[in-house]
T-cell receptor, first 115, second 115 residues
Framework: GAVVSQHPSRVICKSGTSVKIECRSL??????MFWYRQFPKQSLMLMAT?????????EQGVEKDKFLINHASLTLSTLTVTSAHPEDSSFYICSAKTGDNQPQHFGDGTRLSIL | AQTVTQSQPEMSVQEAETVTLSCTYDTSENNYYLFWYKQPPSRQMILVIR??????QNATENRFSVNFQKAAKSFSLKISDSQLGDTAMYFC????????????FGKGTRLHILP
């Protein structure tokens, strides 16, 4: 149980393109999902908390107009990297909780490469 | 603010040996959770073990066990009879019990199990 699916697993696109990443909870409902960014050989950095039916809460330093988050249902959150540039290249991971005070379950991640 | 420190960037042990990964944390909270997550080369984050701060008994999951010292704010992970499949990045993590469910990750320890 508690499977989180993330799609796509790999994206390569040209600079200026907008890229959408999906995060789905397959066997549970998630009112809250989290989006992380991970640079090579580094830890996970929380970008934002995605709340179903309301605006996402962004961490300090994360541009909300650059990284658009939509959590339209209890099983789906999307992260759109708008007008992506090479510096946005990174590994993006989402997670979801099965309930209050429960550990987060992570998706497989998306490797984004902007040429 | 909470912090999580992993002082061992990289470790290598022979297969079948026992290895201990160290983790210390800093918090003013009394109720919280601690986790160890594993990130193999496939990059998926996998929950290895979880400890509730109010429990004195150390958590155990098969070959994985923790040494939780609340007063010392220490939370080490012991892997017994290590296997090649244990090769991964290991992250120690902290989460408040009553809060925003954000997880604070350490910088990770890269563990190599040698044949």
């Amino acid at each position: 149980g508690a499977v989180v699916s993330q799609h796509p697993s790999r994206v390569i696109c040209k600079s200026g393109t907008s890229v959408k990443i999906e995060c789905r909870s397959l066997d549970f409902q998630a009112t809250t999902m989290f989006w992380y960014r991970q640079f090579p050989k580094q830890s996970l950095m929380l970008m934002a908390t995605s709340n179903e039916g309301s605006k996402a809460t962004y961490e300090q330093g994360v541009e909300k107009d650059k990284f658009l988050i939509n959590h339209a249902s209890l099983t789906l959150s999307t992260l759109t990297v708008t007008s992506a540039h090479p510096e946005d290249s990174s590994f993006y991971i989402c997670s979801a909780k099965t309930g209050d005070n429960q550990p987060q379950h992570f998706g497989d991640g998306t490797r984004l490469s902007i040429l | 603010a909470q912090t999580v420190t992993q002082s061992q960037p990289e470790m290598s042990v022979q297969e079948a040996e026992t290895v201990t990964l160290s983790c210390t944390y800093d918090t003013s909270e009394n109720n919280y959770y601690l986790f160890w997550y594993k990130q193999p080369p496939s990059r998926q984050m996998i929950l290895v073990i979880r400890q509730e701060a109010y429990k004195q008994q150390n958590a155990t999951e098969n070959r994985f066990s923790v040494n939780f010292q609340k007063a010392a704010k220490s939370f080490s992970l012991k892997i017994s009879d290590s296997q090649l499949g244990d090769t991964a990045m290991y992250f120690c993590a902290f989460m408040k019990q009553f809060g925003d469910d954000k997880i604070i990750f350490g910088k990770g320890t890269r563990l190599h199990i040698l044949p």
